[in-house]
């Protein structure tokens, strides 16, 4: 199967709630930009701010890899690091079964 580019999107911050749009696959070649798209919309973010939302919209996902995955946990950590709540939105059942076949379903529901 031939993979899917990705497309990360950053929305502007909306109150406290920041949005990072993905489209394509999330796999080892290209999962790095989600990570990087994450810092980067986390950077800003200071300890005198309210606490974000940084929500991650799998709707367009087409594929999580092991290496994917491994990065949304980096990104769950980068998160807690700055007092953000991490959430995905619209998994695909793809996405699902991997979180629970896992075992971190609950880490990143």
Do not use: W
């Given at each position: 199967m031939r993979q899917q580019p990705l497309s990360v999107t950053?929305?502007?911050?909306?109150?406290?709630t920041?949005?990072?749009?993905?489209?394509?696959?999330?796999a080892y070649d290209t999962a790095d930009e989600l990570r990087r798209?994450?810092?980067n919309a986390l950077r800003d973010h200071t300890a005198e701010d309210p606490a974000p939302r940084l929500v991650v919209d799998c709707a367009d996902m087409t594929l999580c890899d092991s290496y994917g995955l491994s990065v949304l946990l980096m990104i769950r950590e980068l998160a807690?690091?700055?007092r953000?709540?991490?959430v995905l939105d619209?998994?695909?059942?793809?996405?699902?079964?991997?979180l629970r076949?896992?075992?971190v379903h609950a880490l990143l529901a």
């Open positions: 950053t929305a502007p911050v909306d109150g406290d920041i949005t990072i749009a993905v489209a394509g696959d999330v798209a994450a810092e807690l690091g700055h953000a709540t991490l619209n998994p695909p059942a793809q996405l699902t079964r991997l076949r896992t075992g």
